[in-house]
């Protein structure tokens, strides 16, 4: 093979590629879309959260215990100051507490609470049921058209209610420790290395979404840099190139060198959208002490470069033998879902990432790459270790399988570029591989 | 230069190509001619080493086409095309530079080339804005580019207006006094007649014709001859018949009968011979003849066709 007609191939790839207008539409738009759906969606969930805690409320109480019969009928309740993981605010003085002005109003049914509510009056009911002390029941209404609801809207009631019902049986100090007896709990686990460590929840989710992102985007270039191969391909079949290029080189040498500027394209695509990630992101993981394991990035690479060789071969056969681009993009359609399905398991990763399923669609070659790095990720959360000799078995298959289908690829790419208007059927395609 | 030896292509158990041989001498035009599959495209990809020969070799400069070390060659297929959403120059330098130009040269040369061709002001422009005569004058430079050994050529002027088919001509003349090989697959006979210097039919994957283009048309010639005189012609000994026909007389000789013979007697005639040349039919009728009679197809035989049973003139073995 000669290396400088593929690097030629490859440079060329690369540029025609991330010079189309279609590249810098993904490049820019795919993380936007994200920003606005994740970051901008959360923010404004949270706004209308914090707004909804922090506005006044005024309460229709059905008392139907007589256990807050004494219960004073209006407080202020304090929030609690939550820990703020914002690296730029560190340092900086905690922001003065927040006051929520309750007020409560007895009504001695709850059709009439509800009349209220229905007129405006109020804007919550809450009903204490008379079994409340053995069964703890309480009902509360209110015309709320959020989707999803934050336990912390209710707060302030869980505290009147909690506050009220041991009023005059203990000090207030009790009280106090009783309602936020959960606060000054530190729960240790054992760490990687064996050590009683404290457990921290937003280090522990990092190190779950961390290599739940990796394995996204590992799959996310391999079907991107897979796609861009299977354009390259069918349009260069239908604009009957090849044969005039074939003088110059050999099918293998055009292949490679499409597989590592297409790859490469694939590659910058996921590179820009981790800088740009990593680089709005650095300051939250260094504050919490998270970093990506040097481990975890040469089994991601080494997982994209095979796990990129299986599919771009496929997808380099079914370029070559599809008659059009539609055509092709039909059949690949099939194994973007093939690359993604782990996706969909993520329950089984999670609960149990060492389970006979989760095994099987690791070492399974389409499902390898996307399955590990999600098992990778399901284990930082649950400490289980995935066994070195599942790593190595299925990167061995992986490999051995793009080694495969890269040499069934070439046959097909040979012979199948060069017929043209028609899509062969199966036992031609078995004739074609047939062929010395 | 170009040495095909027994030649040979199968495909589901089809002979397409069935033990074709011959040579192609440097600096020559040599015509690949035969009807519609008749296997001339599986021949070209198999010198291109497009596909590989189930039979033969096949060696351009005394080194197999499928070696190391490929020769430089260029095709031009009948079906072809370009990458359409690039610049003209860009198109262009790519071919020269998979051909073994530095990224310099190709552009120089791409520069010599769109200006041979008159496209160098449409350098900048993408290719899919050039007409359908200019990208095929474009294709014609991608062939031409990077300075092949051998260029093979199918139905290059297809699609060129005559202007175009003229300047063709002149760069096949120019590139083949440079020692350019050329092969010239086209159905359009009277180009292979004013360009080609040796020819090979193929038909159903036999050879049926080789030799020397002259040599073919005479050989394929019916013993008749154009009279041009002053006075009228009598009919002599070995003369079938004497036609008038647009101030000529078309005399058809009897099959035993000596072309100097007749011309003697009619000289004795006292008649003022100004021209006594042989009809020769032009290439176009004996493609037509030797494929509705299937020359050289022997089907009952077991074996593929030797040479000697093909309608070889002049051609080197």
């Known amino acids: ?436 | 230069m170009l040495q095909v030896r027994s030649v040979r292509k199968i495909y589901d158990g089809r002979t397409v190509v069935n033990d074709v041989t011959f040579d192609v001498a440097a600096g020559e035009i040599f015509a690949l001619l035969g009807p519609n599959g008749a296997g001339k495209t599986t021949l070209i990809r198999m010198i291109t080493d497009i596909v590989r020969p189930d039979g033969g070799t096949i060696a351009f400069g005394g080194k197999s086409v499928a070696g190391p070390q490929r020769p430089r060659m260029a095709y031009l297929p009948e079906e072809r095309g370009l990458y359409k959403k690039v610049p003209v120059m860009d198109a262009l330098a790519y071919f020269g530079e998979l051909k073994g130009l530095s990224a310099a040269d190709a552009r120089r040369e791409s520069i010599e080339l769109l200006e041979e061709f008159g496209l160098a002001s449409w350098t900048k422009k993408q290719v899919a804005a050039l007409s359908k005569g200019m990208q095929q004058k474009l294709q014609l430079c991608s062939a031409l580019i990077g300075k092949p050994q051998l260029l093979i050529l199918d139905e290059p002027f297809t699609g060129l207006d005559p202007i175009n088919v003229q300047v063709l001509e002149d760069v096949l003349r120019r590139r083949r006094s440079e020692g350019t090989t050329v092969l010239l697959s086209t159905h359009q006979m009277n180009k292979v007649e004013e360009q080609c210097d040796r020819a090979l039919m193929i038909n159903r994957g036999h050879m049926v014709l080789y030799g020397a283009v002259g040599e073919i048309r005479r050989q394929h010639a019916a013993n008749e001859f154009l009279l041009t005189a002053d006075g009228t012609p009598r009919n002599v000994a070995g003369v079938k018949s004497l036609v008038a026909e647009n101030g000529h007389w078309r005399v058809a000789l009897e099959k035993a009968a000596h072309p100097a013979s007749v011309l003697k007697s009619l000289l004795d005639q006292g008649l003022a011979v100004r021209a006594f040349v042989p009809v020769v039919p032009p290439l176009e009728d004996i493609f037509v003849q030797v494929v509705q009679t299937g020359v050289g197809l022997d089907q009952g035989k077991s074996g593929p066709p030797t040479l000697d049973d093909l309608d070889v003139v002049g051609g080197a073995r």
Request: glycine share 6%; net charge positive.
């Open chain 1, 1 to 436: 093979m000669n290396l400088p007609k593929v690097l030629i191939i490859a440079r060329r790839e690369y540029l025609t590629t991330v010079r189309r207008k279609a590249f810098v539409f993904t490049l820019l738009i795919t993380p936007a879309i994200f920003f606005f759906a994740g970051v901008v969606s959360t923010k404004l969930q949270i706004n209308q959260a914090v707004a909804k805690l922090h506005e006044a409320r005024i309460v229709a109480v059905v008392d139907s215990s007589g256990l807050y019969a004494n219960a004073p009928l209006a407080f202020d309740y304090t929030p609690p100051v939550e820990p703020n993981l914002d690296p730029r605010q560190a340092g900086k003085p905690a922001p003065a507490p927040t006051h929520v002005p309750v007020i409560l109003r007895r009504y001695p049914e709850q059709k009439t609470a509800l009349d209220s509510l229905e007129a405006g009056n109020v804007k919550t009911v809450l009903v204490v049921s008379s079994d409340f002390l053995s069964s703890g029941r309480l009902r509360v209404y209110e015309k709320d058209t959020r989707a999803f609801t934050n336990s912390t809207d209710y707060r302030p009631l869980t505290n009147w209610l909690s506050r009220n019902l041991l009023s005059g049986l203990t000090d207030s100090m009790r009280v106090e420790r009783t309602l936020w007896i959960g606060r000054g709990l530190d729960y240790y686990t054992k760490d990687r290395e064996g050590h009683w460590a404290i457990k921290d929840d937003a280090k522990e989710l990092a190190g779950f979404l961390l290599p739940f992102a990796l394995g996204f985007l590992l799959a996310m270039s391999i079907i991107s840099g897979g796609q861009y191969l299977l354009q390259g391909v069918s349009e260069e079949k239908e604009s009957r190139i090849l044969e005039s290029l074939l003088c110059s080189v050999t099918p293998e040498e055009l292949m490679a060198g499409k597989m590592f500027g297409l790859g490469g394209a694939g590659l910058t695509l996921v590179a820009v959208w981790i800088l740009a990630g990593a680089f709005s992101s650095a300051g939250v993981l260094s504050f919490i002490h998270v970093s990506v394991p040097a481990s975890l990035l040469v089994l991601g690479l080494l997982y994209f470069v095979f796990g990129y060789l299986f599919y771009a071969s496929v997808m380099i056969s079914i370029g070559s033998m599809a008659s059009n681009l539609r055509e092709a993009t039909q059949f690949s359609g099939y194994l973007t879902i093939l690359n993604f399905a782990p996706f969909w398991a993520m329950v089984v990763f999670i609960n149990t990432p060492n389970s006979t399923f989760a095994t099987a669609i690791s070492l399974f070659p389409p499902t390898a790459a996307t399955s590990m790095m999600l098992r990778m990720s399901a284990s930082a959360v649950s400490g289980a270790i995935i066994p070195p000799w599942q790593i190595a078995t299925s990167l061995t298959l992986l490999a051995v399988s793009g080694v495969v289908t890269l040499m069934l690829g070439a046959k097909l790419f040979r012979l199948g570029m060069l017929l043209y208007g028609k899509t062969p059927n199966l036992p031609e395609i078995m004739r074609i591989l047939r062929q010395p």
